[in-house]
């Protein structure tokens, strides 16, 4: 029924097959998800069911609502730049989550307040010998 070239490919297969699982074991060493090398957690219980997405980054409106905007309200809340401009999408830290690309209009405007002062962290210094373009001292 099986002779021994069978056999032998079966039991190779079967151990590349386990050598392969206990290789991909010992690489992720336990971690289910692959977000845990960019230090992203998950949020607490009762805070994330009970307050919005984005409670204690943007100050939260009181109560907070739909709105009763569609898409053609929204889009001016878009920032514009002249063609010339490298500002296009350089914006890091916005004042406001509601920036005119809401999906569901309903949700731009009336759930966070018109501005929260961000938190900014200051740049790595510069190496003083260098003053190139992304170049830190680290």
């Known amino acids: 029924m099986f002779n021994n070239n069978k056999i032998t490919i079966i039991a ?6 386990i050598v392969f ?9 336990g971690k289910k998800e692959g977000f845990q090398s960019l230090s992203l957690t998950p949020g607490e219980f009762p805070l994330t069911v009970d307050n919005l997405l984005l409670y204690g980054d ?10 009763a905007f569609n898409a053609s309200d929204i889009y001016k809340e878009y920032p514009i730049f002249p063609a010339h401009s490298l500002e ?12 005119g690309t809401c999906s569901r ?3 731009c405007g009336y759930f966070y307040d018109n501005y929260t ?22």
């Open 21 to 29: 699982y206990l290789a991909v074991m010992v690489y992720f060493n």
């Open 88 to 99: 296009n999408n350089r914006i890091r830290y916005w004042t406001k989550p509601e920036n």
């Open 58 to 67: 943007y100050n939260v409106k009181t109560p907070p609502s739909l709105s």
């Open 12 to 17: 190779t297969t079967i151990t590349v097959c």
């Open 105 to 107: 209009a309903e949700m």
């Open 117 to 138: 002062k961000q938190d900014i962290p200051e740049p790595p210094p510069v190496p003083g010998w260098n003053k190139r373009v992304n170049y830190y001292k680290y």
